[in-house]
């Protein structure tokens, strides 16, 4: 049974929803703390520091907090379960994180954030203490499936990434009619094939 969340957790919750909206509208360096304090309910400046020390600290709980990386793991290694061949599972993992991804395109404007405030820290320490270790463990299970050749870690997880990302980016372009041209399950089916098939053909 889930726990009620107490006046500090829903206050907690409210500040950070504020500040996601103003830090994506507005830039990092734009965003004051006067400005998240008035977002979240009116309150005073006072009363964002019981919960966050800095403007930084806020930041940094929307990366860690707030990211769909625990979800996307989830459809992974559901998928990495009940796969029988890499290209299923590669398939449906595309088909998955590109159904997924587009719900979280805000977390995607904060991680350009991130990159270009603080290098990609936040996001890095996130990466590298809880994702890469599940990630690496799907990776090893799809290496294990029939139907590829041998093909390193990193290469799978950049071209996944961006594969799933460019997809996400480019949906926000609604305005270029080419890209309204397929279905969401469509895109996916092609870019799989493009990736399991290539693009070369025999006169290469």
Do not use: C
Request: proline letters at 5%; a negative charge; charged letters at 20%.
């Amino acid at each position: 049974m889930a726990e009620t969340p107490t006046r500090g957790d829903l206050a907690r919750a409210e500040i950070l929803d504020a500040a996601r909206r103003l830090f994506i509208a507005q830039g990092y360096h734009g965003t004051s703390m006067r400005a998240i304090a008035h977002a979240a309910g009116g309150r005073a400046v006072a009363g964002l520091y019981n919960h966050f020390p800095t403007k930084e600290a806020i930041f940094a709980a929307l990366i860690e907090e707030r990211h769909p990386y625990d979800e996307m793991l989830l459809l992974l290694e559901d998928i990495a379960g009940q796969a029988q061949t890499a290209p299923e599972f590669l398939r449906a993992a595309l088909a998955g994180l590109m159904s997924l991804m587009p719900q979280h395109y805000d977390f995607l404007q904060l991680v350009q954030i991130d990159l270009r405030e603080f290098g990609g820290r936040t996001l890095g320490h996130v990466i590298e203490t809880r994702v890469f270790p599940r990630v690496l463990a799907v990776i090893e299970r799809l290496q294990g499936l029939p139907g590829l050749k041998p093909v390193a870690p990193s290469v799978w997880i950049r071209l996944i990434a961006s594969l799933v990302i460019g997809y996400v980016v480019t949906e926000q372009l609604d305005i270029f009619a080419p890209f309204r041209q397929h279905t969401q399950d469509e895109w996916a089916t092609l870019f799989a094939d493009a990736l399991l098939n290539g693009l070369a053909t025999d006169g290469r």
